[in-house]
C-alpha cells in the first residue's frame, strides 16, 4: 500500500473483497514499525501490534463501527459516539482505525456530523468507510476520502485453478514449482483472462493476509508485488502477459528465498 490517507472511501460490491481491503488498511495503521519498499509500505508483521492482530484478529484500537440493530441507517448517535471518543489517544497502537461498514446509508443529519468530523480529524485517527456505491456519499464526504474501488468481476474455475497453483507453490515455499506456474502465464492467455487470474491471486493473498495463523507477513509483501501488476491490466493493457509472468516470478521467488 502506498500512502495511507487519514481517510478512505473503500467502494466495492463483493463484501468479502471490500472487508479483505478494510483489514489490510486497519493492519497497516496499527503496526508501530511498517516496512517500507519501493513498492509502498506493508505491516511488519512482528511487532507487539501486529501479533495481536494476528493472534486475536482483533486489536483494542481498531474500532467497528455498525448500525444499531433496531435502525435501518446509520443514525446521528452513532457518529456522536465516534466524535467523543476519537480525540482519545489509541491505547498502543501508533494509530486509532474506524472502520464504518456501509457509511453510504446514513442519513443526513449523520452525514453532516461525519463531515464534519472529516473536516477536523483527530490526529492519529484513521477513518475507513465502505460502501457499495460512490454515489451514496455526499461530494463533500468524497473529497475528503481518498477512494479505492474493488472491481467485482467474476473469475472462471479454469483462472482460479491458475491463480490456486501459484498461491500454493508460493505457501509451500517450493520456488522451482512457483517458477513453472507462473510461467504458465505466458501461454495462451488473453490479457482479460490473465487480468482475470490476477485477481483471483489477490484475493487468494488477501485472505491470507488476514487469517490468523498464515504467514501474513509473506502475504501482504506477495500483495504488494500482484496488485500493481492488476493496475497495469487495466484495458488498454500496456504490458504482455510475458511480462506478468516474470514479474510474478522474479518477485514471488525473491520474497521466498528471503
Ligand atoms: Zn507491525
Not at 87 to 95: G, R, S, T
Not at 172 to 188: F, M
Request: aromatic share 4%.
Amino acid at each position: 500500500m502506498r500512502i495511507q490517507s487519514h481517510a478512505t472511501l473503500i467502494i466495492g460490491e463483493d463484501d468479502t473483497a471490500v472487508e479483505t481491503r478494510v483489514n489490510m488498511h486497519a493492519a497497516l495503521a496499527v503496526c508501530s514499525d511498517p516496512l517500507e519498499s519501493s513498492d509502498g509500505r506493508s505491516p511488519c508483521g512482528t511487532c507487539r501490534n501486529c501479533r495481536l492482530l494476528k493472534s486475536t484478529g482483533e486489536h483494542y484500537d481498531i474500532i467497528r463501527v455498525t448500525k444499531s440493530e433496531d435502525k435501518q441507517q446509520l443514525t446521528i448517535d452513532v457518529i456522536r459516539a465516534i466524535i467523543d471518543s476519537a480525540p482519545v489517544m489509541p491505547v498502543q497502537a501508533p494509530h486509532k482505525v474506524y472502520i464504518i461498514r456501509d457509511a453510504g446509508d446514513m442519513n443526513a443529519s449523520a452525514s453532516n456530523a461525519l463531515l464534519k468530523l472529516l473536516e477536523e480529524p483527530p490526529s492519529k485517527v484513521v477513518f475507513l468507510l465502505t460502501g457499495k456505491r460512490v454515489k451514496d456519499f455526499l461530494p463533500t464526504i468524497r473529497s475528503r476520502c481518498v477512494i479505492e474501488r474493488i472491481s467485482s468481476e467474476r473469475t472462471s474455475a479454469a483462472e482460479d485453478k491458475n491463480a490456486l497453483a501459484i498461491f500454493e507453490a508460493f505457501g509451500n515455499r517450493n520456488p522451482s514449482l512457483l517458477a513453472t506456474e507462473c510461467l504458465k502465464l505466458e501461454k495462451g492467455l488473453t490479457t482479460a483472462e490473465l487480468r482475470a487470474v490476477l485477481h483471483s491471486l489477490y484475493r487468494l493473498f488477501s485472505n491470507a493476509a488476514v487469517t490468523p495463523g498464515a504467514d501474513a507477513r509473506q502475504s501482504l509483501l506477495a500483495l504488494e508485488v500482484i496488485l500493481p501488476l492488476t493496475e497495469l491490466y487495466r484495458p488498454p493493457a500496456s504490458i504482455g502477459a510475458g511480462h506478468a509472468a516474470g514479474t510474478l516470478m522474479v518477485r514471488l521467488t525473491a520474497i521466498l528465498l528471503n
